[in-house]
C-alpha cells in the first residue's frame, strides 16, 4: 500500500522556519484483532516550536483527499500528547486476507508563540500504516489500562529531575535517545514509584525516553535538558 507525505512551512518576514517535525516512531506497526492499540509518531520540533496532532482523510496526491476514506470504528488521537488510540481492530472481510492493512494520516502542525500568541507556522502530514493480525496477544505498542501515568518535572531541567509514576516499576528500563534516534543512556533494574535522573555529561537539547517492563512498553516521554 503507497504512502503519502506533504509538508508546508510558512515564510514570513517576522520569523523563520528552519526545519520540520522530525519523527522517531517508523510509519509502521502491529496490532491485534480487539485489542487495544496504541501509536505515537514520537515527533519533536528542531525549531522548538509546539506540536498539535491531528488524523485528518490519507491523499495520493497533493490536497487530494482519497474518494471514500474513512476512519474504522473506535480510533482516536490525542492533538496535544500524539497517542493514536484504536481498542476495536479488525480484519477486513473476504475477499482480503490476514493482516489487514490499514493507512491513517496524522497532520501535525507547529505553533509558536510570538508576543504571546500561537501561530501555525508549519504543516506536516504523514502517513502511517498499521497491520492487523488475526492472532490474539499483545502487539508492540498495546495500551493497558493498567499502565501507569508519568509525570517529569522539572522539565526542562539542568543537572537533574524526576520521573513520577502512579503505580510500582518492577525491574523496569528507562533508556534514552537523542533526536537522531541514538541511545545515550539506560538505566536497569528500576523499582519503585519515582526515578531520580542525573544529566550528568548528556548535552543541552531534546530527548526521548522509553520505559519498558516485562519486555513491554509502558511509557515514552519527551526531555528537554537546558544550560
Not at 504512502?3 to 509502521?28: E, G, Q, R, Y
Not at 529531575?161 to 534516534?181: D, E, V
Given at each position: 500500500?503507497?504512502?503519502?507525505?506533504?509538508?508546508?512551512?510558512?515564510?514570513?518576514?517576522?520569523?523563520?522556519?528552519?526545519?520540520?517535525?522530525?519523527?522517531?516512531?517508523?510509519?509502521?506497526?502491529?496490532?491485534?484483532?480487539?485489542?487495544?492499540?496504541?501509536?505515537?509518531?514520537?515527533?519533536?520540533?528542531?525549531?522548538?516550536?509546539?506540536?498539535?496532532?491531528?488524523?485528518?482523510?490519507?491523499?495520493?496526491?497533493?490536497?487530494?483527499?482519497?474518494?471514500?476514506?474513512?476512519?474504522?470504528?473506535?480510533?482516536?488521537?490525542?492533538?496535544?500528547?500524539?497517542?493514536?488510540?484504536?481498542?476495536?481492530?479488525?480484519?477486513?472481510?473476504?475477499?482480503?486476507?490476514?493482516?489487514?492493512?490499514?493507512?491513517?494520516?496524522?497532520?501535525?502542525?507547529?505553533?509558536?508563540?510570538?508576543?504571546?500568541?500561537?501561530?501555525?507556522?508549519?504543516t506536516t502530514m504523514r502517513e502511517i500504516q498499521i497491520f492487523v493480525n488475526a492472532c490474539?496477544?499483545?502487539?508492540?505498542?498495546?495500551?493497558?489500562?493498567?499502565?501507569?501515568?508519568?509525570?517529569?518535572?522539572?522539565?526542562?531541567?539542568?543537572?537533574?529531575?524526576?520521573?513520577?509514576?502512579?503505580?510500582?516499576?518492577?525491574?523496569?528500563?528507562?533508556?534514552?535517545?537523542?533526536?537522531?534516534?541514538?541511545?545515550?543512556?539506560?538505566?536497569?533494574?528500576?523499582?519503585?514509584?519515582?526515578?531520580?535522573?542525573?544529566?550528568?555529561?548528556?548535552?543541552?537539547?531534546?530527548?526521548?525516553?522509553?520505559?519498558?517492563?516485562?519486555?513491554?512498553?509502558?511509557?515514552?516521554?519527551?526531555?528537554?535538558?537546558?544550560?
Amino acid at each position: 500500500i503507497a504512502m503519502f507525505i506533504a509538508d508546508t512551512l510558512v515564510i514570513s518576514p517576522f520569523f523563520t522556519c528552519k526545519s520540520s517535525p522530525v519523527f522517531m516512531n517508523p510509519a509502521l506497526d502491529t496490532a491485534n484483532v480487539g485489542v487495544c492499540h496504541t501509536y505515537n509518531p514520537l515527533a519533536f520540533d528542531p525549531d522548538g516550536d509546539s506540536l498539535s496532532y491531528k488524523l485528518i482523510s490519507c491523499m495520493d496526491t497533493a490536497n487530494h483527499f482519497i474518494t471514500g476514506y474513512v476512519l474504522p470504528s473506535g480510533i482516536s488521537m490525542d492533538s496535544i500528547t500524539g497517542n493514536l488510540k484504536w481498542c476495536s481492530p479488525q480484519i477486513l472481510p473476504p475477499p482480503y486476507t490476514a493482516p489487514s492493512h490499514y493507512n491513517f494520516a496524522i497532520q501535525i502542525k507547529k505553533w509558536r508563540k510570538i508576543n504571546s500568541n500561537y501561530i501555525a507556522v508549519g504543516t506536516t502530514m504523514r502517513e502511517i500504516q498499521i497491520f492487523v493480525n488475526a492472532c490474539a496477544g499483545m502487539a508492540v505498542n498495546d495500551i493497558d489500562s493498567e499502565l501507569p501515568s508519568i509525570n517529569i518535572s522539572p522539565n526542562p531541567f539542568t543537572s537533574s529531575t524526576t520521573l513520577q509514576s502512579t503505580k510500582p516499576f518492577a525491574n523496569a528500563t528507562l533508556i534514552i535517545y537523542n533526536t537522531f534516534g541514538q541511545q545515550v543512556k539506560q538505566l536497569k533494574n528500576i523499582s519503585g514509584t519515582s526515578i531520580t535522573l542525573q544529566r550528568e555529561s548528556l548535552p543541552a537539547g531534546f530527548y526521548f525516553i522509553r520505559l519498558t517492563q516485562d519486555d513491554k512498553i509502558i511509557a515514552t516521554e519527551k526531555l528537554v535538558i537546558t544550560d
